[in-house]
Antibody
Framework: QMQLVQSGAEVKKTGSSVKISCKAPGFMYRYLYWVRQAPGQPLEWLGWITPFNGNTNQAQKFQGRVTVTRDTSLTTVYMELTGLRSEDTAMYYC????????????WGQGTLVTVSS | QPVLTQPVSVSGAAGQRVTVSCTGSSSNIGANYDVHWYQQLPGAAPKLLMFGNSNRPSGVPDRFSGSKSGTSASLAITGLQPEDEADYFCQSYDSSLGGVVFGTGTTVTVL
């Protein structure tokens, strides 16, 4: 059964970085996104990767601050967000859609990132 | 500025019909991009509820239906059930932003 399993909650200081993971066996030929949900805010995507070829893209708002990578086995993807500020406190999800579609039919369980001074 | 706008909340009695609107613009819904809907139960990740404007994934009850017209889309729940209490989000693609966009979210309450 295909599923996305994310790493655990993180607590970080303002100005630091966080790197969270998403185990995604079987998702090699799909798009894997990082989507966050801040309190009272709409869902927003930060970046995506296609593990089989390593292609990535970042949302304009996060360019320069977010890096999406995958491991050599192509079964785990990572999202690193730098320059953390309090507004980055959110639940971060990895989510996947198939090629030639853009609806997310698989979601991870979420990783809570809390940023404080 | 939110790209896709939804009402903050919608409520109805059990058994009633409620609708959730999703208003976009000429660069997303109005540009003929599909609209998809997600249901998020308290404490859970979003779950795909509707794709391609009006298609239900396997396992989604047929009391959920979707439609799209012009720059807006709607999700209807006919015969509202207590287990339908959740947040609902629409999603589409925006050509100006070059990526997927999500709605502001609507909380559905069963009275």
């Amino acid at each position: 059964q295909m599923q996305l399993v994310q790493s655990g909650a993180e607590v970080k200081k303002t100005g630091s970085s966080v790197k969270i993971s998403c185990k995604a066996p079987g998702f090699m030929y799909r798009y894997l996104y990082w989507v966050r949900q801040a309190p009272g805010q709409p869902l927003e995507w930060l970046g995506w990767i296609t593990p089989f070829n390593g292609n990535t893209n970042q949302a304009q708002k996060f360019q320069g601050r977010v890096t999406v990578t995958r491991d050599t086995s192509l079964t785990t993807v990572y999202m690193e967000l730098t320059g953390l500020r309090s507004e980055d406190t959110a639940m971060y999800y990895c989510a996947s859609h198939a090629d030639r579609s853009n609806y997310f039919d698989y979601w991870g369980q979420g990783t809570l990132v809390t940023v404080s001074s | 500025q939110p790209v896709l706008t939804q009402p903050v909340s919608v409520s109805g009695a059990a058994g009633q019909r409620v609708t959730v609107s999703c208003t976009g613009s000429s660069s997303n819904i109005g540009a003929n991009y599909d609209v998809h809907w997600y249901q998020q139960l308290p404490g859970a990740a979003p779950k795909l509820l509707m794709f391609g404007n009006s298609n239900r994934p396997s396992g989604v009850p047929d009391r959920f239906s979707g439609s799209k017209s012009g720059t807006s889309a709607s999700l209807a729940i006919t015969g509202l059930q207590p287990e339908d209490e959740a947040d609902y989000f629409c999603q589409s693609y925006d050509s100006s932003l070059g990526g997927v966009v999500f709605g502001t979210g609507t909380t559905v309450t069963v009275l």
